[in-house]
Structure formats: structure tokens, C-alpha cells
């Protein structure tokens, strides 16, 4: 284990911001289902030097008004 870690001050800039609207003309995929809105932030992940540590994506899925998954893919 890195003996820097927790980075407390770290910051995370979107470079990004995409959204699936419900009711999409986007066919689903796997198990998704087309009615639900889904919203993806790719941004990268900064230490206290603006330094990149790792890059991101965080695909948000709703169901209402509520968060029903967070998936985080890191590169």
C-alpha cells in the first residue's frame, strides 16, 4: 500500500457530462432498460499539483428521482 494515501487534497474536474433522457430512441443494452435516464460524468482524478492520477468515468442510473447505481470505471 502507498504510503501517500488518503490524498486528502485531491481535486476531480469533469471533462465531460453526458445524459440518456427516458423514453430514448437509444436501443438498450444487456439489461438496461430504454425508459431509464442515465447520466455519465468523465473527468480525471488531480493530486495537489494538478498532477493526473487516474482518469474516470461514473455512470449514474436513476430510476425517479432516485440514484438506483453508481458504476465507476477508472483508466
Known amino acids: ?3 501517500e494515501r ?5 481535486t476531480h ?9 427516458k423514453d430514448s430512441a437509444v436501443e438498450p443494452a444487456d439489461s438496461d ?7 455519465i460524468a468523465r473527468g480525471r482524478l488531480l493530486d495537489a499539483e494538478g498532477e493526473c492520477i487516474v ?3 461514473d455512470v449514474f442510473t436513476f430510476a425517479g428521482d ?3 447505481r453508481i458504476e465507476t470505471y477508472t483508466r
Open 1 to 3: 500500500m502507498r504510503e
Open 55 to 57: 482518469g474516470f468515468v
Open 33 to 39: 432498460d430504454a425508459t431509464t435516464a442515465a447520466v
Open 66 to 68: 432516485d440514484i438506483e
Open 13 to 21: 474536474p469533469l471533462d465531460g457530462l453526458y445524459c440518456r433522457q
Open 6 to 10: 488518503p490524498q486528502t487534497d485531491t
